[in-house]
């Protein structure tokens, strides 16, 4: 890896979000989120702690270690460290449940279900890294990631419902060798609906706005930072007792927050279809394809399809095995636009006390219109990358408040896209390998 002279560290910092999107519940690229990238799954829950008449805060902390091959996702010389994880969690909730969470997943809704006129869960999640190293760059490159949600309906059994989920995650990422600034990001998601379903009907449906709003941290980086708005509806039919079908229709606006930032607005629409059914009382199905165009009012547009497709298999009472390919356009901090093709799996198991889990997933991710924020650095307008990630889990339960967790997650990301400073040409391809072994206990 070329060495670039100290001058050239804030640029270099600010060009390393050139080297692939990070999506808040993507396990593609080596991110940290404290909800799966460090516990793909969760098998621990205490009593709880009662504060309220009808209220029980449920803690959980934890501690971790292990190491990172790759502190600061460089191409070559690749600086190992050993990290000290420091975990605790929280959460409360009406109930649990998938009634929070309307989708075209198949639902069984009981009316005489009596679930009070107002349901929510809440959870926050931290975690403090501590980076092991006699490196003072790799030290810094540790602090607080964060995960909070805060999900609710309002009238869940009635005809007519209004729900909202507000999801934000603070994302710690290393720059580079260059610098000791981390690549911080603050990601909030927020939907509000307006949910419409009958129990005399098999017609359902609702009314939605998103919003995404994306920081980064330093304000050296503030180019990058984006505002999302999207309106949708959809429809739903359950024509048969265990088959749905539905429609999505959304338009949105994506536009930079800073005034001096080269990202271009753009207006994106999706119209889809789907189906969700059983095959056979083991057999999941989900079927979805459609049409999307990002009406970007410069540079690379796509107008393209979209498709979806995930089969989950039920192989014993306590497997599950599942494949699935996605094609998907979506708006980049570093380019107009990337299209995915994704294949993405995953296997579940439960030897008690033993939990497994296991996801790869392969990306063919293709950039257009890469944008280069600072004078003086050159690179192509496109970008095509080859991403395989793994994660992988192992928990095992002492007690139903005591759990041993051992993780691990690995992502290779080769691409063909290269930039040059000052006559220097760098890499933002990577091979990282992450393993984290610890305990975890619930109050």
């Known amino acids: 890896m070329i060495r670039l002279l100290a001058g050239f560290s804030v640029v270099v910092s600010m060009v390393s979000t050139a080297m692939a999107d990070i999506s808040p519940n993507d396990i593609s690229i080596a991110s940290f989120n404290p909800e799966d990238a460090v516990a793909p799954v969760s098998t621990v829950e205490g009593p709880g702690v009662k504060v309220g008449e009808g209220t029980v805060l449920r803690p959980v902390f934890g501690a971790e270690t292990g190491f990172v091959s790759n502190v600061f996702y460089e191409e070559a010389d690749a600086r190992p460290a050993g990290i000290l994880r420091l975990i605790a969690q929280i959460g409360t909730a009406s109930l649990g449940g998938d ?3 309307p989708s075209a997943t198949i639902q069984s809704d009981d009316p005489q279900e009596n679930l009070g006129s107002f349901e929510y869960r809440a959870d926050l999640r ?14 810094e490159t540790g602090g607080l990631g964060i995960g909070a949600s805060l999900h609710g309906m309002v009238n869940p059994t009635g005809r007519f419902s209004f729900g909202f989920h507000d999801d934000f995650v603070r994302l710690i990422r290393a720059a580079n060798f260059e610098t000791d600034a981390n690549t911080n990001r603050d990601i909030n998601q927020l939907r509000l609906l307006l949910l419409y379903k009958p129990h005399d009907s098999a017609i359902s449906g609702f009314l939605y706005y998103d919003n995404r709003l994306d920081i ?3 304000s050296e980086q503030s180019f990058a930072d984006r505002m999302t708005h999207r309106v949708g509806i959809h429809p739903q039919w359950r024509f048969f007792p265990q088959t749905q079908a539905y429609l999505d229709f959304s338009f949105g606006y994506t536009t930079a927050l800073d005034s001096a930032s080269s990202k271009v607005d753009s207006y994106p629409l999706v119209l889809r279809a789907g189906l969700a059914t059983l095959l056979s009382v083991k057999t999941t199905l989900n079927l979805d394809a459609g049409y999307t165009n990002g009406f ?45 093709h994704v294949i993405r799996g995953s296997l579940q198991q439960i030897i008690k006390p033993l939990v497994f889990m296991l996801q790869p997933e392969l990306h063919l991710r293709q950039y257009r219109g890469v944008t280069v924020a600072i004078p003086g650095i050159m690179g192509p307008d496109t970008r095509d990358d080859l991403i395989v990630s793994i994660v992988a889990g192992a928990h095992y339960s002492f007690r139903n408040w005591l759990t041993a ?13 290269m930039y040059t400073i000052g006559g220097m040409t760098d890499d933002p391809g990577f091979v990282r390998h992450e393993l984290l072994a610890g305990v975890r206990v619930a109050l």
């Open 126 to 139: 931290l975690s403090y890294d501590f980076m092991l190293s006699d490196n003072d760059a790799a030290t």
């Open 405 to 417: 967790t051992l993780n691990y997650r690995f992502t290779d990301v080769a691409t063909d896209y």
């Open 99 to 101: 009634r929070l969470h």
């Open 216 to 218: 980064f941290e330093r």
């Open 296 to 340: 970007y009012s410069a540079g690379p547009n796509f107008s393209a399809p979209v498709i979806g497709a995930t089969i989950g298999y039920r192989y014993s009472p306590l497997g599950r095995v599942t494949a699935g390919y996605t094609l998907v356009y979506e708006d980049s901090i570093n380019a107009n636009y990337y299209r995915d």
